[in-house]
Structure formats: C-alpha cells, structure tokens
C-alpha cells in the first residue's frame, strides 16, 4: 500500500514570517502616506486653474495698473457674495480701450446682446458652507489671505486650500492675519516693522481689539 | 472513525470518588481517536445531507440580506420603518442580540479557562467561532443602520481635513470601540487556540491543497514544547485580558441606553443586567446550536450530556438573575417615584405593546425555571426547547426596552407607535443566514473542537498514562511508517537502530548519494510521561539545542526542560500601558483648550460644549482607555507571542518524517539537534536510546 | 437677453425669464441645494479616480446690472394677497429675483407684521409644478389641446359682442378697485351681461359681497362673545382678531397686567373655542337661540320666542354672560357667525342689537364702496341659484369663469355640472387646470398673485398694491389683464396690469398723485387714505361717512347693497329662531338616534379646497385634530358611541338629495351632541399630484339650504377603518396611556386663573429658573464669556439666546409652523409618512385636551428645541455633529451627521426630525424607489429655498436652529454698521416674526432689558421638563392664564396646583 505523498513547505518559505513582519510595517507606512496625500496641496485643489471664456488677467488690471479689487468686486462689503462685475462695469474703461481687440470679443458681445459671460468658479466652497465676505473683509482680513498674490495672477487659481482644517487655523487665532481695514484690498501692505514678529504681533492683537473681531469656531458660523 | 454513542451517556453525575469524564468513549479512547473524530468531519468526503440543506437555506438568506442593504444603501434608511419618536428599533435590537449572543464564546474561552472549568474544551471552539460571527452580525448593524452608512469611518478618530474629531461623550463610540476590540480580541483569541488544531489538519493531509492551505494557517506549528511554553502563557494573558472585556462589552452597549436620559432606559442596573443577560442568551444560542452539530456531526462524545448539563445550569442562573434586573427595575419605577418610570413600566406589561413585554417576561424568566429539573436539563428535546425560547425572548427584552421605551417617552404629544417593515424582518432573517453559513463553513473546513485542548484533559494527557493506551499500540505503527516511506528525506537512520525496549528497528536503510547534512536526532515517545523524563535526562545532560514536541502542552516539561519563563508578560503590560496612555492624550488633547494646539491644523484639537459638560472629563474617558488598553496588550499578547517563537516557519526539517507528522495528533518527540555544542553522534544517540523512546530517527535539512 | 428691457428702478424684478435663462450671480446660491448629496457622491468617486478634480461651477454675473440690485442680498417688497375678498398686507422676502418667503407686512392694518397659514404658504403656490401652462382649449371632438392667449383673444373677439346679452360672469368677490374698475368698464361695454360672484365660504363676518365688513376691535372688549365665530381659526381676519385679543391679555405689562374674558359658544370645536375662558357645545340650531336669550335679557321684546328654549345647562352659562356683558357694557362685544344659523340674517340681527345694546364698539363695521349698483347681481347663494337656472334654461350662451371653482364648490342641489353643459361657450381662469376647468371650452392659465400686477381692499377699505416678484413662471394673466382685452382696454393692453392699477391708483389718490406717492404706495403697501372705517356709537346712530353715498338702513342696523333681494326673501324668518325642517323639540336626545346635524366648516388646513395642492398646507396639522393630510367627520365620543363608531372608522353619512358621502372618524372632543363637523375642501380630483385623492369631498352634502350645517343627517357606520394621519399620539386608546397624559398635563402646561395669578404669579408652581452654565456668575448678571476662542472680546458681542413662548396669548394657530417651514426649507413628506410619524416640521404646536378627552377644554402649547444648556441630544452624538454654540444655540451641522439618530432618542422633547428619505428629490411618491430612479430635486422646488439655510439630504438629523442664519445675518449687519450692538429684536426668528399675537419673543438674555429676559424672569416662567431633567432650556415658557368668569369657575376642573 502506497502511503499518500508527504507535502512539507519548501526552506525559502520561511521568509514568509520576515515578509509577513515586513507586510505588518507598511501598515503604518500606509496610514502616513494616506494623511499625507490628504494634506496635499493637489489633493486640497490648491492651484486649481480653469480656462475662463475671456482672458481677463489680474496681473495686470491688479498688478499693474493697480486697480482696487473693489472696482469690480463690488459688493464685497456689503453681501456675503463678492459679486462678479457686470459686463457694463467692464465697459466703463473699454468702451474707449481697446474696444475692438479679439480678447474682448465675448465681452463686447455680453454687453451688445445682454448675455451674461459664463465664468468659471474657481474658489469652490462646498454647498454647506456659509462663508460671507463682508464679514471678513470688514474685519480687516486682507483679500491676500485667501486669495493669494492675485495682482501676479494671469489666470486666477486657487492658491490656499479652503478647507475646514485651514479655515479654523486662523479662526482659533486671527491675529497674524489682521491688518488695517483701509488696507484689506492692499496687496502689496506690510507692516511696519514687519521683519519684526513681535511688531507684527502686536499690530495683531491691537487690531483683534480694536475691530471687536471675535473669529468664532462654533460650527453655526458657517454651517446652517 | 470516532465511537458515536447511540445512546445519551448519563455522566452528569458527580461521584466525589472519581471526576466524571468529561470526554466519552470506549475505554481506549485515545489521543489518536480524539483527532479522528474531529478531524473526520473536515476530512470526511462529504459532509452529512441535514449540512447541505442547512447550507442552502442559510446562503439563501444571506442573499436576501444583501439584496436589503442594497435596496437600503440606494434609497434611505426609510425603508426601515423607523419614525419619531422610535429611532432606533430592529436595527438596534438586533445588535445587542448579536452582540449579546457573542459572549457566550469568550466568556466560555475566557472566564471559564480562569476558573479552570475543563469542561470548556469540548465547547469553547465553536462558541468562540460563534461569537465572532455573532460578533460580526452585530457589527453589521450599526454600519447600516446609520442614515448615511457611508461616512461610518468619523467614528474612527484621525487627523483630517475638517479639524474634526468625533464625540467622545457618547455611548456609540465607546461601543465602537468596546465591540472593535472585543471582536478583534475574540478573533486573535479563537485563531490562536486554532493554531495547533489546524497543525493537526495539515499534518493530516493527504492532498496537497488542503496541506497548503492549513499549513499556512497553522503557520508551522510542530507542537514544540518551547512554543508551548510561551502559547500558554499568551493564551492565559489573553483570556486574562478577555474576561473584563466580557464584562465590558455589554456594559458599554448596556450604556447606549443607561447614559441615555428615556425611562426604561436610564438605569443604573443596566451593566450588570446587560451582561448577565447576554451571557444567558450567548449561551442559549451555544445549546441550540450544539444540540443539532453534535447530532450532524457525532460528536456526542464530546458534548457530552454534562456539557449540556453545566451549560443549563449556567443558563439558570443567568436567567434568575435577568429576571432579578427585571424585578429591580420595576421596584425601582415604583420606588423612585418617579412618573415617568413608573408609566414606562406599567406601558410595558399593559401598553399597546404588552405582548412584547409578556414574551420578555415569561421566556426569559418564567420558561428556564424548568431547567431546576435534572429530567429538563438532560432531555435534549427539553432543553433545545428552551433555549430557543430564551432566545426568543432575549431579542423581545431588547426590543422591549427600546421599542417601548421610545415610543412613550416624556411628552404625550410625542408618543408613537411602531412596526417593522419588511425589509427589517427579511435584513434580520438575512442576519441569521450570514451567522449560519459562516458557522457551517466553519464546521465543515475547520476544526470544531479544540483538539489539543481536549487531548490536554483527557486522562492519560495528564501524564500520567493510566489507561491501557499504551506502547504496545504503537509496534504495528512503526512497521508501516517503516516501510512505506518514500520521496522523503532524511527519514533513515544511518546508523543501526538504538536498542530499546520494545522498538523496531528501521526495515529498510535508504542511503540517498548527494549525503544530506544530519540536523538532529529525533526520538520518538508514546506517552508524555515517557517524555517527561526524557527529557529532564537530556536537560541533565546539558544540551542546549534541543526541544520537545508533543500534541498538547505537557505539563512539568517546561521545567524539566529548564526553559525559563518568558517576557511576554511584560511586553503586555507595557502595551497596555501605552494603550491607556494614547487613550488619554487622544481624548485630553482632542477635546483642549486651543491653546495647546492653535497652529496644529488638522492635528489640533477641537474643544467643543458638548451638554454643557467640561472639555475634558475623565469618567467619561474610562470606557475608551479601558478598550484600547485591552486591544493594545491583546495585540501584543498575539503578535508578541508569535516574535517570541519566531513563527510563522513554515519549513522544519523535521517535517519530512512521517513519523513526525504525528506529534499533532497523538505521538511525543525529543529532538536535539546536531549543531549542539554536547552533540556527538554516539553518544547522544545513545542517551536518547537510553529514554523509554519508541524509535529515533535521523532528520536532514535540505 | 430679452428680459433686459429697461426696468423702473422702484420695480421688483419681475422678468422670469432672468431665472430661466440663468439667476445671475446666483449660481452659487443654487448650488447650495446640490449639496450634501455631493458629499456622498464624492467619497465614492474620490475612491475610484484618486485624483479628482472639482467639479465645474460657473458663475453668470449680469451683463448690465439693474440699480439697487446687490447680487447675494435679500430685497423685500410689499404686496397682498387677496382672500375671500379681503386683502392681507404681506412683505415678500425675494433673493436675486426668486421670492422664497411671505411676511405679514408690519404697516398693513390687517397684519401689523403677522401672515396668515394661508399667505405664507401661498409662495408654495406660485411654484406649484401643478400649475397649467397658458391657454388650454376643448376641440369640438372632447380632446383638450394646448392653445395660445391669442388664440383665444381672437375666439373671444367673437364672443363678447353685441349688447352682451347671454353673457355671465362668475367671478371670486373681490373688492380689487381695478379689478371692480374693469368690471364695471366690462358691464358699461356690455350692458346686457350679468355677473355674479360666488365664494364657497362665505366669510364669517366679511360679508365683501355687500360692500360691508364687520370687523370688531376686540383690543378694547373686555368680554368677547362669540356665536359659533370661529374668530382666530381659517377667518381671513384671524391675525387681526388674534392680536386684538391677544392685546386685552397682557400679562407682561408692569402694572399687572389685565385680562379680558372670552365666551364662544359653538357647536364645533375650533381654536376660538379652545382660547375660551367658557365654552358652552350647543348643537348649531340653538345658537340664535342662545342669541336669542341674551337679546331677550338685554330687552329684546321683539322675539316671537327662544328664551324658553335654551336648556338648562345652557340657561346656568348664558346668565352668566348676560351678566358679565351687562357688567361691562360698552367694554363688550358679541361675535356672530352667519354660517351657523339657518338663514343668517337673523344672528347677524341679534348680534348687531345686543352691540347697539351695549353701546359695544361693535361698530367697527367698514363700508367700502365697491362703486357697484344694486343691479350688479352681487350676491351670494340666491343669485347663485339664479344662475344655475339661467344656464341650465339656456339663458347664459357665454360664461365667463373668473377665478373659483363652482364646480367642485358650489352645493349639490344647484347641479352646477349639468347646467354648465348647456352652456355654449365656458372659459375658466385659475390657476389650475381644475375640476371646472377640464368641463370648459377654454382654461385660462391664471397669473399668481406674486406675478401679476393688481390691488386689494382690506377690512377697513386700505387699498394695497399688489405688485409682481416676478414674471409669470407659466404664461399666466390676471383677471384684470384678461378684462382688459376683453374690454379692449388699449391702456390695459399696451401697458399689461400695472398701467390699469396705476390708472385706479391715480384715480382712487386724486389729486395727491404723483411718481412719489405711487412708489410711497409700493414701498409701505398700502394707500395712504383709502381707509373708510366707520364706528357705531350707539344703537341707532347712522353713520356713513362713505362717499358713495351707500345707504344704511336704521331699523336693521345694516343693510347691504344688493342683499335686498335676499334679505327680504328671508324676512319672515328673521325673526323665527328655527329653521324649517329642523326638529323643534328635544333637544337634548335626538329625534332619531341616527339623524344628526352636520357643520361645514373651511378646512384649517386647504381652506375651501383651493390650496388642496400645496403641499405645506396638506401637511399642516390641523390645530384640533393634528390631522394631516386630508379630513375627518368630527364627533364627539357620544355621538360616535350613538352611531356605533370608532376612532378611525368609516362613517357613511346621507341627508336628502345628496349622495351617500364615507369619511372617516375623528373622534374630537367637545363636540356638540349630536354634531358631525365635516371639514370641507377635500376631496378634490383635479388639483394637482399633491391634493388629487386626498381626503373625502363634504361639499356634496352641502345644499344652498344649507350652506352652514344641516339637519337630519343619517349616519352609519361601514364597518370599514381608515388610518388618519394624525401627528399627536396617534390617539392613545389605552387607559394607561390616557391616564398618564391626564396627569402629565399639569406639568407640562402649567396654568392658573387670572385670579390665581394675581394672588401668586408662580401659580402655585414652584420657581425653578436654572443657573446658566454660561454664566459663571450668576447674581451680578454680568455675562461671562466661556470662549475659549476670545477670552477678551467685549460683552456686547457676547449673547445668551432665548426664547420665551406665552401660552397666555398663544392661540394654536400655527402661522408658526408654516413660517418655519418656508424659512427652513422644511420639505414635506406626505401622507403615509406622516401615518409612519415622520413629519419633519421644526415646530409643532401640541394640543392637549385638558381633563383627559373629556371635556374638551384643550390648550396649545408651541414645541420647538429648546436648545437646552446641558442638551441631551449633545452628548450622545459620536461624531460631534450636534454642539453647544458658545451663544448657547444647540447647534446641528448637518454636513457633519451621518444620522445614528441617538440625539432624536435622548431628546426629551422630540424635536429633532431626520430625513428618513431624500424629501426634497422627486416626488412623494417615489420614496421607496432606489435613488437612482428618482428625480433629482426640480429646479422649481429649488427656486423656492432660502439659500441661506442648507437643503437637507437623506440621513441628516435636523430641528429647529432659532433661525440662525438670521442670527448670523443681524450679527454681521450689525458688526458692518460701525460695529454697534445687535439690538433687542432686531432678530426675529421666523416663528416670532409671523406670530399674530406676539406669543414668541427671541432675543438676548446677557442683556437684562431685552423682553426676552424680562420674560423670563417673571414668575409664570417655566421651562418644559425643567425640573425633572435639568436640561437648561433655553426656551421658556410662561404659564397659560385664562380668566374664568366667578359664576362658572367650578365646571373648570384643573389641579393645577399639583404637588
């Protein structure tokens, strides 16, 4: 009688247990990597640029010809909504410059027809989110803050992250991001003394109480 | 095949001579027997027909389950009939029932290891493999019950995007944290004991696939005394560590509802009534589910009438103290003064639910008291009966307390009524059907018993070797490991065989040309006694690199091999300590003052007024930093363990004997290896030979 | 873009085609409504692409932005809303060019701020998905066909020709100056044409139809007597009559306070009766005879009999009035309700000369001049009658329909179906495509009254404009736009609604007219100096300051013009108390066990049958019976026990000439003996997907005889049940249950007699006002800031809100809880849900009968969160989805909930609602179906949403939040204004902003001047479950008072004074 075959493990599975170890390792290896990614700039949209329909450039209505943002934006003080200029806002100064270039194609059309330009939304809060501009910009929360170097933008993107976790950082603590409400639209403000932390410290705190700011992180401020 | 009593052996009775057998047989029950019967049911070709169509019927309501938590996930959790003021009802219910059917494992695994209730080891396999699935139906419940199921992971507290971190007030958490640890503990403790038993599988195998895979899962488990050695210890640690979990399990679901401010609900009586109540049902389920597998799979020598005896009595005294909770809440209502408390119990027994609350009431305290009778408790008919009902009515007293306890609450304007629809009824059906075929599954690939266990307690594994069983069984044995080996290496001894008493020498010499190298002499015992002083006369002899192997954990051996205690004890400890520790500062820091962690981002807490409580409270902390001080020392007692004896090694020289393949089953090996300093060729084979040793046989490494 | 004709800056913006096309700027308000869904969408999709990017928004930003427009910013304009003839002044909240809420408007003399259930929840209306589109036309085959406004023009120049002989028109009343403008033009062009109107309720005491309206002041009685006038109930001057009422019981005031004492005596149950210090259940008959008694007491001699009728019971209570009312005189008032008398004309007699007699104020009856002469056909049923005739003999070739629905309305015996058909030419204008509509040649899509240009009269003759939010979302036109083509009105043609009311407008202001007065007119909402009120000063005095010269005739103290020939077709019975065919004896024990009297009342909830499709209202519950959608036979538990019925059983109920009618049973207690009360307006079978099927029609047992109730009814059961949607108890049938209501009552509401309250202003209660956890030091009252955020900002910024609800003044009305629900976003979630208890209203208003169910001495108690300062449903939350603000708001974020629903459980009130389903996706119907298969939300639904409160998905618990995002608005206007001070009630929330007698005060309570704090700390205060659970609420209640007359004080059995 034939005894059934005697099965055994070959030596190099023994390394099995090394691997299995290995394999237990990368658990954590993992998790950082997941959090990680979570926290990446590309993840969070950050630099998000999308092709608007008129190549409207900040960098240079901003940057150069130094325009306040208020100019178009214009109820941002007012409304939560930092309001898109009508086209009639833009035709103000381009009735007379350059009325007639190809970059003002749709614009032109917009104002003749009555059509509004579909702009793309490129600071894209969740539906959720209740975020009001005049209650920030009143404040003395600078334009910059949030929106990034906008007057060295040719195409506007997204240059902070806008979620919840960066949103607290400055709710739990204003003060390194107040300046003087007559310098909200400034892009280019410092403060005085600003290579020095303690000056701008106190500028903060100063601020804080004067403008009564109180940055509250009570979920109903934004969420209702 | 295993000796199937036709007839229910009475061995119930206690004779203060001699201890009643807990394992039953004819008088030569043997080791060897003990793993044929067990193994027999995976190996056999088929399994028994009442297996296939219970199969069929539990797979088939598996499917229906699936098909509702589809048809849930993709339309809304209105498709349970849940309303204001009752919230939760079927699905809640059926948690603690499962969750409540899951003690009995580990309680038997755990608490009753600690109270050295041997006759656990008949039973404590499949109850802890129930547990887990019961465990796992439980689980199911919470996930799907949630109103937007996929977001269940915020329960779980880590750094993220919204700066948020979940409420470690509430009762929910602490659950999901009670019941993932409780379920992993009861996972690694129900797998750890498996190990040996899935050896005995593997060593058993005759195809390939099934060698593999057990071998795998076994993860090279060859019964070394010095494994044993750190095994039991972990295994203690670990029903250590189980038993509170026990307990704290169904306390903290008891605190869902004891935290809670309803009537009928708000109770300071609820832990202790809780568990007691779950360890009733849990065991309730163990019988009704024994008394059919022992049926199906003839293994009446195993649970034997005294099990079921033992686990009536449990299930009494369980009941009286269900039906003492009972009586403590109602006086209480009554005592309290309270209008709310009293209307809450009077609506039980005479609102528009009271047949809920009269199921409740007489199945889980009137029914069991039959189980005062001997004649109940040893009628297998009586008993199933029984528990069925006590599980009948523990799903009832959940149900109860939270059906009736929310649809009555505080203002009448609010008061409602419920009843399921039939996607509840068809998801709890659906629940069985996933609890059934994971237990079939179960008891057709894996071991149903644990073996080794059962080996340990068996009289002649004591060591003391009374029985008839004895070397004389063993001659016919070698002759044919002898003769018929073949394609194995190293099985031949090069040398003559030892003389000794009653061993054969090797029939055939097989010399193999490229010679493989010798790594050790392996001798062969037939009883643990014989081991025993075997080995203590190698340990004399000042070997270093030797071991011992054996079915079970012999006892006395770790000494008489002089191996010294391990430190797995305090790699525990500290794990636990770091447990608590993480508990704490994850609790603390998450819910400070901002002043800690302002610039932190997504890593920094978020105080929040949570029912105008502190920030920071540490009674509300205990039951989290008690469950991951567990879960942290369960993780180590486990992982630990295993680092310590270096497996997984799915390769061991030794297992190319065939002789060897036996020391999962009933046979006991000496192995010392040539690479010891004292190892000499003669002389060391000749002081094996000088034990009471079966045979020794040459192993070669590859 | 089409709409981008120059616009008056003034204007509201009225063009929809700027919501069509795109809602400049506010596309990312809409998308707010995506929402949460998203949420879940995105976590499966970011798992499958790992990298995905957003999802593409644009914003379309006006290519010329209109002046005084900011885009993101609410604009409120004020316009009216016109029911049963009577104008109710309203402020419409709209955002970027959608009106989401109606307001009472503040200086309308009718609303003083508050809105009625009906005009708030009339915004629904206009987006009703229901709505016909354009013009539908009959083929000469039967099939209906879409057709065009011109082509009906065209049709109609054809038609309305000639003298006009054979033309009709049946109109809603309406005392609309343009609209009565254009009618008179349409009469002057075509003199042999007759119209008539017709409104299936005639208003209790509005009787416009006459050009008159009694509308007493109730503010300066101190005993109100009602007969069976159901004064705060579905009455289109119920906010006015609430908040006079509510004025007579200010228990707040300094110097005590004062009370007045209300009597009604009726034969239903309405809030009116449940507001009643007394209330006596009479059966319908013995209400002139109860008038009758007290006439006869005041000196009366005139009465052929009555006094010796009145039993017993009712003789020990009606002394008592007579009493009291002789006592205050002047200070008193009687109260009539036409509807419950036979013929009406002798309650409104008696009850006139029971005011004269008591030299009551009673006079505050208005003329208006409709301009319209006594042959114009104004009338109620009598010309109704003749009109039926008319068409039915072949008389009328082309009727005109304006508005209305007769034929689901008018009563049975008037076969208005069949008459119609034998009417050559039928047009029907409304709203609906209706049950009149489909039997018509020609349906004309009506224009809401938020998209189209009119003006309305009020009680007292205030004329308002109404002005348009917005263009008409479904071709619709308005009756005056309609007469105005038909009357080739080139003004009226050329310049659409607004040159024809602009056109009345400078007729009606003379010679004040100018750009300023109209934009005046706009802006407030009414017309300065259109008032016409006229006061009685005594019995016989004549008064008629009117200029158009109406006669007012002194023997009957009033009389209408064009009501003479209905008057004197009922003068005999004027004076005889009983109506013919009544049974005039016994009283007591009916004369057959199953003939029964049966009273027609408006539903609280559709009114008449025309809101039957909006879906706020079905799913409001009734004040009574906390039913939902759909009707009921109210009984009493004699009376269903003498027919052999039960709660929730079939009734078949059958009178003569009408069919046999089933309802189900509501077993309502304090009902009358012997009285079935059968809601009307329900039923319908064309109203839309909403209120098609549901509930049971009453108008077809209602006969002109028998407008009000009706006598002899047989009543069996059917042995059949039919669930009611009710939103309370689900009635509770067992006796532990009914007993632990009784008892738990008196805790739950506490209350006391004015009398009581003078001796002990806790009542009897004990003072548990709980220490704030907010407040570290408690006894200076200086507020203490808990901020871990701010520790040092100043106090000002610092708030405690709360609320305080008097159940003194708080009449159960439920204005509140429609208000809630259009500011919230509330979604309904129909009738089987509600079987299910799945209403999701923020705010209910809890019905409680007093003793048990017996006598039917109920009270009302608003329920919403009380935002507890140690929240139950706070700490059981594991995902930290619902905190504590460090304003004390419990705050629920919603895209934080993943829906365990713990909270719901552990909330002792049970305010917390979770949306079992997606509501707002799809329809009702379609719950059950996978959310694959569903509709997204509809772009109407959407249109309709306060984009400042997010839209909830599936599987997120939510409850009332104290209007936060008002809170949140006020706190940032106010910070934008120079940082000030938010100023107490500058924030109102929804509730409080509608509620007619001021029962609701929000504000804060770190200032201890606000009313909310003095509110608080008076004694009656109480917070609900306080005591027992500690919970802090934030929200509290102060103790209901009524003021028992000494007489009758011992048939009021409370313990009050519980121990």
Known sequence: MDAPRLWTFPKWTNLAGVGLLLGLLTVPVYLGLLLAYGANATTLNVGYQPKQPVPYSHAVHVG????????????????????????????NCHKTILPDSARMALVQQSYVEGTPIPWKKVHLMADYVYFNHSAHVNVGVGCIECHGPVEQMETVYMAKPLNMAWCLECHRDPKPYLRPRDQVTNMNWTPQGADNPRARADLGKKLEENYHVRASTDCVTCHR | MATVALQEIDNTVEDPRQRATLILGEPGTSLHEVSEAICGVAEARHPPKPWYAALGIAMLALGLLGLMIVYLFFTGIGVWNLNRPVAWAFDITNFVFWVGIGHAGTLISAILFLFRQKWRTSINRFAEAMTIFAVMCAGLFPAIHLGRPWFFYWMIPYPNQMGMWPGFLSPLLWDMFAVGTYFTVSLLFWYMGMVPDLATFRDRATGRFRYYIYGVLSLGWRGSQRHWHVYEKAYLLLAALATPLVLSVHSVVSFDFAVAQLPGWHSIVFPPYFVAGAIFSGFAMVVTLAIPAREMFGLKNFITLRHLDNMAKVILVTSLMVAYAYATEFFMAWYSASQWEQFHFLNRLFGPMWWAGWTMLICNAVVPQVLWFKKARQNVWILFTVCILVNVGMWFERFVIIVIGLHRDFLPSSWGSYYPSYVEVVTFIGSFGLFLTLFLLFCRYLPIVAMAEVKGILPHGHGSNEPGQGHDAAVPQTDEIGTSDKGAVGSVADSAPVASRDVDSFAVARPTPPAPKLWGLLAEYDSSDALLKAAEKVRDAGYKRWDCFSPFPVHGLDRAMGIRATILPWMVLAAGLVGAAVAVILQWYTNSPQTVSAQAGALSGYPMIFSGKPFWSLPANIPIVFELTVLFAALMTFFGLWALIRLPRLHFPAFASRRFRRVTDDRFFLLVQANDEKYHSKPTRNLLAGTNCVVVEDVFDE | MSSMKPTDDSLPPHDASELGADPATSAAEQSRRHFLKLMGASLGLAGMTGCIRMPEEKLMPYARRPNNRTPGAPVSYATAMERGGIAQGLLVTSYDGRPIKIEGNPSHPLNRGAADVFAQASILELYDPDRSRGVIHRNPDGTRSQSSWEEFFRWAKGVFTGDGRGIAVLSEPSLSPSLVEMRKRFQKLLPKSVWFDYDPHVPEECQTLWGWVSAPDLSRAKVVVSLGSDLFGSNPLAVKYSREFAAGRQLSRADGGQMNRL????????????????????????????AAYIAAALGETNLTDGKSEVTAEQKRFLDVVIADLKANGSQSIVVGDRRQSVLFENLDYLTDWINKQLKSPSGNLSYHSSGLADKDNSGHLPVLSTLASQMASGEVQTLLILGGNPIYSTPANLKFAESLSKVKNTIHLALHDDE????????????????????????????????????????????????????????????????????????LVGDKYSEWQWKKALAE???????????????????????????????????????????????????GLLAPGYPQKGNGALPNSKAFDLVFFPDAKVYDGRFANNGWLQEFPDPITRMTWGNAAWMNEKTAENIGLKHNEMVSLKAQDTPEVEFPTCIVPGMADGVIGLPLGYGRTAAGAIGNGVGQNAYLLRTSEYLGWRPGVAARPTGKTCALATVQEHHVIDKVGQRAIAQRIPELIHEGTFAEYQHDPSLGHEKSYPVSIFQEHPLDGTPVNRDPVAPNAPAHTFHRWGMAVDLTACTGCGACVVACQAENNIPIVGREQVLLGREMHWLRVDRYFRDGERSGESVHQPVFCMHCETAPCEQVCPFSATTHSTEGINMMTYNRCAGTRYCSNNCPYKVRRFNYFDYNAGTLKDLYMPNLMRQPISELVRMQKNPDVTVRMRGVMEKCTYCIQRIEQARIAAKREADRPIRDGEIQTACQQTCPTGAIVFGDLNDPNSRVSKLHAQQRSYGLLNPELNTKPRTRYLAKVRNPAPGLEETNKTDKHHT
């Open chain 3, 525 to 575: 909402g009414v017309v300065e100096g259109t008032q016409q009120t006229v006061t009685f000063v005594g019995p016989n005095a004549v008064v008629a300051i009117d200029d158009s010269k109406q006669q007012v005739d002194n023997s009957r103290g009033l009389t209408a013009p064009g009501a003479s020939q209905a008057t004197s077709s009922t003068e005999e019975t004027n004076r």
């Open chain 3, 263 to 290: 009597y009604v005596i009726e034969s239903t149950y309405t809030i009116t009766g449940a507001c009643a210090d007394h209330r006596l259940a009479v059966r319908p008959s013995d209400i002139g005879k109860c």
């Open chain 3, 436 to 507: 009149t509509s489909q039997l018509c040649q020609w349906h004309l899509s009506k224009a809401h009254y938020l998209e189209s240009w009119g003006d309305a009269r009020t009680f007292d003759g205030t004329v308002s404009i109404v002005q348009p939010l917005i263009e008409p979302l479904f071709d619709g036109r308005s009756a005056i736009e309609v007469l105005a083509r038909l009357t080739d009105d080139k003004e009226g043609i050329d310049g659409g609604g607004l040159a024809v009311v602009r056109r009345t407008f400078k007729s």
């Open chain 1, 64 to 91: 150069k010809l130094g325009m306040d943002c208020r100019y178009c934006h214009t109820t941002v003080e007012q409304t939560g909504f930092a309001a898109l200029p009508s086209t009639d806002i833009c035709m």
